[in-house]
């Protein structure tokens, strides 16, 4: 009976509200539950009582009637908000006028400004605009328009880049060697001999600038570097090691690769004065190497260029796979750089050397 009647008072109070305002469970109100004493027979327990014998489902679910603010209340709702919008304002302008702790200032590296930050002065704008970007020139013609951007009030030194296909890493794919320039570098090559004996009066007679045994060594020891090429003999090499540390480098020390250890002195004396240059190629594979003077005549220009070309060529690593020339371009030391065509480059004949 009384479950029943609470049955009746709920229907009652749903049927109440309006059909949006009361929300019913779609399920079906079940039987109630039903208690019946337990058998005492089936078990020796001494809890004589009632039990639980069958739940057959839950209550009906209660009616949920929907609540809608009144005026007054949503008045001083957006009221509240607006306060707290005004605060989170006023606290991020104090925050904002607040000065900052002054930062540490940056030193190498960091100080230097972002590639995106950087601006070129208006010299270099101006010359710029003399060569298509990313275009690919001929020799004679990018020869003829580096002579064009060179616009200093000094003589520039012009050079070429080559991107090669290597990886230095690898032993088999280093890359170090020298390049006799025809035309010459336009440089003064200062040379300084070390060797002992018969050997100092040959140096003496080829154009050695400075000459000397353990006395030399001393000397760079001390910090003495006023030389551009450092030669040795075979013999004095064991002494020279001690200066590994000081000509390395400074790409000083006296190597077979380049040309620097010899027994011909007089001979390697003369190459390095009248031109001979010594390259290798960086951890990426690049090599930069100088090939004359922005007052050179074109032809000159075009001579030496055609011959550090050869040279790269000549001496491509074993180990180098695939495409060996990945891109090539000439600038002067102040200038823009400009793209040459690979192709029409190493099947270039230049003119007759005079």
């Known amino acids: 009976m009384m479950a029943s009647a609470t049955a009746t008072a709920t229907a009652a109070a749903a049927a109440s509200l309006s059909p949006l305002a009361a929300l019913t469970c779609p399920k079906a109100a079940a039987a109630p539950l039903s208690l019946r004493p337990f058998s005492s027979s089936s078990s020796s ?9 069958t739940l057959h489902s839950c209550s009906p679910c209660l009616p949920i009637a929907s609540w809608k603010p009144t005026r007054a209340e949503a008045a001083t709702a957006a009221a509240t908000e607006t306060d ?6 006023a606290t991020s302008e104090a925050a904002a006028e607040t000065p900052s702790p002054p930062s540490k200032p940056k030193t190498g590296k960091a100080a230097l ?36 951007m060179s616009s200093t009030r000094f003589v520039e030194s012009v ?12 032993n088999d794919q280093q890359l170090r060697a020298t390049v006799n320039l025809p035309k010459g570098t336009g440089q003064t090559v200062k040379v300084a001999v070390l060797t002992q004996g018969e050997n100092i009066d040959e140096a003496k007679n080829a154009g050695a600038d400075i000459i000397g045994g353990e006395d030399l060594i001393e000397q760079i020891k001390g910090g003495f570097m006023e030389f551009d090429k450092l030669i040795a003999s075979p013999d004095m090499m064991p002494k020279v090691a001690s200066l590994g540390k000081i000509l390395g480098p400074r790409g000083l020390m006296p190597n077979p690769k380049a040309g620097t250890v010899t027994t011909d002195i007089s001979q390697a004396i003369q190459e390095f004065k009248k031109g001979k240059v010594e390259y290798r190629a960086d951890k990426t594979g690049i090599v930069h190497l100088p090939f004359g003077k922005a007052n050179f005549p074109d032809d000159d220009l075009i001579i030496n260029l055609i011959a550090a070309v050869r040279s790269v060529e000549a001496n491509k690593p074993s180990g180098a796979k695939g495409i060996y020339w990945k891109s090539a371009h000439i600038c002067s030391s102040m200038g823009p750089s400009i793209r040459l065509n690979i192709r029409e480059m190493l099947d270039y004949k230049p003119p007759m050397v005079v």
């Open 159 to 170: 050079e070429a880049h080559f991107r090669l296909n290597i990886d230095p890493k690898y």
């Open 113 to 148: 400004l972002l590639k995106r930050d950087r601006t070129r002065s208006k010299r270099f704008l101006e010359i710029q605009k003399l060569r298509e970007n990313k275009k690919e020139y001929d020799v004679p013609t990018a020869v003829a328009l580096l002579k064009q």
């Open 45 to 53: 327990s001494s809890y004589p009582s009632l039990a639980l014998h």
């Open 84 to 89: 707290v919008v005004e605060d989170d304002e």
